[in-house]
């Protein structure tokens, strides 16, 4: 009796195990398949399909895609051949027969673009004023009052209206608070913080020193800074530079743009990369009365906006298909990028891990710069070179971000699809230079 109740707790944990395991493999591999794929006209990828998961065709336009399969019966690998622009299904079940996930597959026309590489110049105005700082005024009693931090004002905050008035700029804020009819009277801000809209009241104080009203904020409304463009896009003009975010050197937080513009820059000094202390590029604006375009956008993943003229290269001067990231490999690969006599040279460098997305982020290789000329010149990877192209197999993959703090020869790159998306390049338009060349 004993021995029957042994065996049976022993059948159950040893079922309770087999049953953990396999739902651990269905979780993994829920992860690893995308819910979205998107493939270039006339292009093919892969699949891994294991068991004990099928691929069913019954949802499958096979004028879309064309399924090729091979493998044992535990493990198949299809093959999936592009054939026409359109949007299609692939299901996966449990032993042919349980309905587990479903793929959409997107087959959109090839993208091209020129790559970038030349050093740009950037000038972002904020959308209203960026609070980087509460400070306490001494009103005309003597008493001491910090209104912003009564009013629940918070650093990183942006104040878009006073009064239902739009703010400008920072000296906007002072002519705004002191013509005010009615003085000594509570104002009403529109705030930004992070993605709400909040409503708070502050109250004025008349400073002992100045006489004039004041609200004690530090705020900040504009900024510059020297990058990298990664590329132009002949059929739409946009255009997009950094691979990461413009963010205020106080708050780190990202700016939101209400006007800009991209002009030119000439590399003046390199400032060596070493470990522990990133390098720089130090440009200089110029031409400045003919920008390159305006900026639309400051995003986590670069900056983006339209070219008043086409945006050209000496060194790739027809436009060159993109890559997605199922097309990219570790191994060699180059980047564009601008170091000194305004002139874009293009380097060896290493991709040394591709990180599989299903969302943006900055992190989606890691690169290693082998060329020794780039090494000798600015230690690797610097300030300054964040959204320069990377290339692989002549297509464009990514763009530079980051450098490693301890190891300057390393750094991160982000995908360029990640960018596309950004810049809502429209895949599914007709493209002229995708069908003449």
Do not use: C
């Not at 004028?63 to 999936?80: A, F, M, R, T, Y």
């Not at 996966?92 to 026309?109: E, H, N, W």
């Not at 964040?386 to 300057?408: C, E, M, R, W, Y």
Request: charged share 25%.
């Amino acid at each position: 009796m004993i021995g029957n109740r042994r065996r049976s707790v022993l059948s159950l944990f040893f079922f309770a195990v087999l049953l953990t395991a396999f739902y651990v493999f269905l979780i993994k591999e829920y992860t690893a398949y995308p819910n979205h794929l998107k493939m270039f006209e006339g292009e093919s990828q892969s699949l891994e399909i294991r068991f004990p998961l099928r691929l069913s065709e019954k949802q499958t336009d096979h004028n879309i895609i064309q399924l090729v399969k091979e493998g044992s019966k535990s493990n198949d690998k299809v093959h999936l051949n592009s054939l026409q622009i359109g949007s299609t299904n692939l299901d996966l079940r449990l032993f042919g027969f349980v309905p587990y996930r479903s793929l959409t597959v997107d087959v959109i026309p090839k993208i091209k673009v020129i790559p970038g590489g030349q050093s740009v110049g950037v000038r972002l105005n904020t959308k209203g004023v960026l609070v980087v700082g509460l400070e306490e005024i001494e009103g005309i009693d003597g008493k001491k009052y910090n209104p912003g931090y009564t009013a629940g004002l918070s650093i990183g905050d942006s104040i878009l209206e006073i009064n239902q008035e739009n703010v400008r700029d920072a000296n906007h804020v002072t002519s705004i608070i002191n013509n005010i009819s009615v003085k000594n009277q509570p104002v009403n801000l529109k705030v930004k913080r992070g993605d709400k809209l909040i409503q708070l009241t502050i109250q004025p104080i008349q400073s002992k020193d100045e006489g004039e009203y004041r609200l004690g904020l530090w705020v900040r409304d504009k900024t510059a800074g020297v990058g990298t463009l990664t590329f132009f896009h002949p059929d739409s003009m946009k255009f997009g530079a950094l691979g990461h975010a413009i963010t205020d050197i106080d708050t780190g937080l990202l700016l939101t743009v209400e006007n800009g513009e991209v002009v030119k820059s000439r590399v003046a000094s390199v400032e060596q990369g070493k470990r522990g202390k990133p390098g720089e590029i130090k440009g200089i604006f110029y031409d400045t009365l003919k920008p390159i375009g305006n900026l639309e956008k400051n995003t986590h993943y670069g900056i983006y906006g339209k070219a008043y003229e086409s945006i050209s290269n000496v060194l790739y001067e027809k436009p060159m298909e993109i890559a997605f990231q199922h097309e990219i490999r570790e191994g060699k690969a180059t980047i564009l990028t601008t170091l000194d006599n305004d002139e874009i040279k293009e380097y060896e460098i290493y991709i040394e891990k591709v990180n599989r997305q299903k969302n943006p982020n900055t992190k989606s290789m890691v690169i290693r710069v082998t060329d020794e000329r780039l090494l000798s010149k600015s230690g690797g990877i610097v300030q300054g070179m964040s959204g320069s192209p990377i290339i692989q197999n002549n297509k464009l993959v990514g763009a530079v971000t980051h450098v490693f703090v301890n190891d300057p020869t390393k750094g991160y790159g982000l995908f360029i699809e990640w960018m596309m998306q950004e810049a809502n390049i429209q895949a599914y338009s007709s493209s002229k230079i995708a069908n003449n060349d």
